[in-house]
């Protein structure tokens, strides 16, 4: 008996992490609410490879829409504004600011898509221990994935509202590719709207950037047979290349947390085709050339991924 | 059938044949088919065209199954359509020559340079900034993609 006892003990002390069930997944979804429907300001860090930025973030819920003001406190003072749906960043350099229309994103701390079914498909979720961050008590849960197709997500859940408080992607080695973490972060319970408006500098020169990046639906010409399972296509966007009369194409597919993007675009001539692989930060990439065209897959996501998926493209 | 296919396009076609030529096109697959190729002519001549794999081919086709004019056109009632036809003779020969050009200049050629072996050096920047600001869940998403930007 003794021996018994001796055996489960040396069993909890191996095992640091509880796997949740089938009901200790509505900690994601409780996250992905809080992400949508609190009011707060912070100051955050973000880590991508050797690259470490402060970020500011304020964010409301005005009626039943969110708004969202993001602005890098490191190097230029670039911003962002998203209502809705509609997202805005405004490059600031020396003389002229840039405003840019992007697609809506999943920025820290709102990552949990509101479709959780894929993570729940992919990811063993289990719970850790509390721990703080930013001066408030979070849990800390892990995502695993049950193949060698995807990278881990460790996050720290803020105990009273379930906002993700800090973030670590860790690669198949257990080493920290990125990171993002709250340092302050206030919450209020309603919030006015005087701070959604960039700040305007009339002594500089406002471009609209409207034109590089086109969005054309259009029936694709190619085929990937082998997209890493879990991942489904969530954005696709055609571009005409500048100065020849031919388009690139950029395909985005995301099992939730994780993100590849596949190029294909037509070679020039003179143009020198890239083969073969390369990783950096984060990030891998997979180059193929074939019947003319540069097929390129980039993803924080391993090797195998956007290796097996380049090589199934045909057409 | 033809000319007055022309005629169509050029919007110099009598009101009386509209309703008969429309009709035609929806039955016939052929003429469907050349409607097709007049529209994708026109659009590369105004460089709206967005591109295809096989254009070139499909071009080389159609020339393929023209056949061969030894004699001039056999006198129409109309001498505006006899007009048009010439008219179209030379503009499909100016076109198709100005399609198979800008193919040969533009498009993906089976003969292109050795691949060469992808380093972080040589890695297209504008292919990464794209990742990033359609991916990116930290600050990278704050990358210049613009071109405005330098």
Redesign the interface.
């Known amino acids: 008996m003794k021996c018994l006892g001796l055996l489960l003990f040396l069993l909890c002390l191996a095992t640091p992490f509880a796997y949740a069930d089938q009901a200790g997944w509505s900690v994601i979804e409780d996250a992905y609410k809080a992400s949508q429907n609190k009011n707060y300001k912070g100051i955050y860090i973000s880590q991508h490879g050797q690259e470490l930025k402060s970020v500011e973030i304020t964010h409301a819920l005005h009626g039943n829409e969110q708004f969202t003001r993001i602005n890098l406190l490191d190097g230029n003072a670039d911003e962002i504004f998203s209502q809705g749906d509609t997202v805005v960043i405004y490059h600031k350099r020396d003389n002229t600011i840039v405003v840019q229309k992007r697609e809506q994103q999943h920025l820290f701390p709102a990552i949990f898509p509101k479709d959780i079914n894929s993570i729940k498909k992919y990811y063993l979720l289990s719970f850790g221990k509390p721990d703080r961050v930013a001066g408030r008590i979070t849990q800390n849960i892990v995502l695993t994935p049950k193949d060698d197709l995807r990278y881990s997500y460790h996050f720290w859940l803020d105990q009273q509202t379930s906002l993700p408080m800090k973030m670590i992607v860790q690669n198949l080695k257990k080493e920290v590719l990125e990171q993002s973490a709250f340092n302050k972060i206030q919450f209020v319970s309603s919030m006015g709207l005087d701070w959604f408006k960039p700040a305007v500098d009339l002594s500089k020169e406002y471009l609209m950037d409207e034109g590089f990046s086109k969005e054309i639906n259009l029936n694709r010409f190619w085929r990937a047979s082998n997209i890493p399972p879990g991942f489904k296509e969530v954005n696709f966007i055609a571009s005409k290349m500048p100065g020849i009369n031919m388009m690139s194409y950029h395909t985005v597919y995301s099992d939730g947390l994780s993100y590849i993007s596949l190029f294909l675009q037509p070679v020039r001539k003179g143009q020198k085709p890239k083969t073969g692989d390369l990783n950096f930060d984060a990030t891998n990439v997979a180059a193929r050339y074939y019947n003319g065209y540069q097929i390129m897959a980039v993803g924080a996501v391993p090797l195998k991924a956007v290796r097996n998926l380049i090589d199934s493209v045909d057409f | 059938m033809k000319e007055k296919n022309s005629s169509l396009f050029d919007n110099e076609i009598k009101k009386e044949d509209i309703d008969t030529l429309i009709s035609a096109k929806i039955k016939n697959p052929g003429m469907r088919s050349q409607w097709f190729y007049y529209q994708t002519i026109r659009d590369?001549m105004r460089?709206d065209?967005?591109?295809?794999?096989g254009l070139s081919k499909k071009i080389m086709q159609a020339i393929d199954q023209e056949p061969t004019q030894i004699g001039r056109y056999s006198q129409t009632k109309e001498l505006a359509i006899e007009v048009n036809s010439y008219y179209w003779q030379f503009a499909l020969a100016f076109t198709v020559l100005f399609a198979i050009g800008?193919a040969a200049?533009?498009?993906?050629?089976?003969k292109?340079?050795?691949?060469?072996?992808?380093?972080?050096e040589?890695?297209?920047t504008e292919?990464?900034n794209?990742?990033y600001?359609?991916?990116?869940?930290?600050?990278?998403?704050?990358v210049?993609?613009?071109?405005?930007?330098?």
């Not at chain 2, 292109?112 to 992808?118: D, I, N, S």
Request: without cysteine; hydrophobic residues 40%.
């Open positions: 590369v460089g065209y967005i591109g295809s794999p800008l200049v533009n498009f993906p050629q089976g292109t340079e050795a691949p060469v072996q992808l380093v972080y040589d890695m297209p292919i990464i794209a990742h600001a359609n991916t990116s869940s930290t600050a990278n998403y704050f210049q993609t613009s071109l405005l930007v330098k």
